[in-house]
C-alpha cells in the first residue's frame, strides 16, 4: 500500500520560512507527478506547486518567487520551501502524488494527511 507522509508543518512569524517535505512509501512502480495542494479553512483546496517526473515546475501565481518544490527521485520524496511567508499562506499542506502501482496500471492519485502551516505574529 502506498503511503504519502508529510513533515516540516508548524508556526512562524510573517516574512519567515518553512520546509515541508513528503516522503512516499510502499509498493508501487513509478512516481509521476508530485505536488503540494492547501486548503485554508472555509476554501476549497487549491494546487500551490507540482513538479513532473522530468522536474518541470509550476507555481500558484500567489506564491511564485517565494516557494519553491523540488523533488530527489532517489528517496521518493518532494519538498516545499517557503520563503517570505504571509498571514494569508496559514492552511493545511497537503502532498499529492501521482503513482503507479504496476507496470499495468493506470496512474492514481494518492494524498497525505497534511500537515499545518500557521504564520502569525
Known amino acids: 500500500q502506498v503511503q504519502l507522509v508529510e513533515s516540516g508543518g508548524g508556526l512562524v512569524q510573517p516574512g519567515g520560512s518553512l520546509r515541508l517535505s513528503c516522503a512516499a512509501s510502499?509498493?508501487?512502480?513509478?512516481?509521476?507527478?508530485m505536488g503540494w495542494y492547501r486548503q485554508a479553512p472555509g476554501k476549497q483546496r487549491e494546487l500551490v506547486a507540482a513538479i513532473t517526473g522530468g522536474s518541470s515546475t509550476n507555481y500558484a501565481d500567489s506564491v511564485k518567487a517565494r516557494f519553491t518544490i523540488s523533488r530527489d527521485n532517489a528517496k521518493n520524496t518532494v519538498y516545499l520551501q517557503m520563503n517570505s511567508l504571509k498571514p494569508e499562506d496559514t492552511a493545511v499542506y497537503y502532498c499529492n502524488g501521482r503513482i503507479t502501482t504496476t507496470k499495468w496500471d493506470p496512474a492514481r492519485d494518492y494524498w497525505g494527511q497534511g500537515t499545518q502551516v500557521t504564520v502569525s505574529s
Open positions: 510502499g509498493r508501487f512502480y513509478s512516481i509521476n507527478a
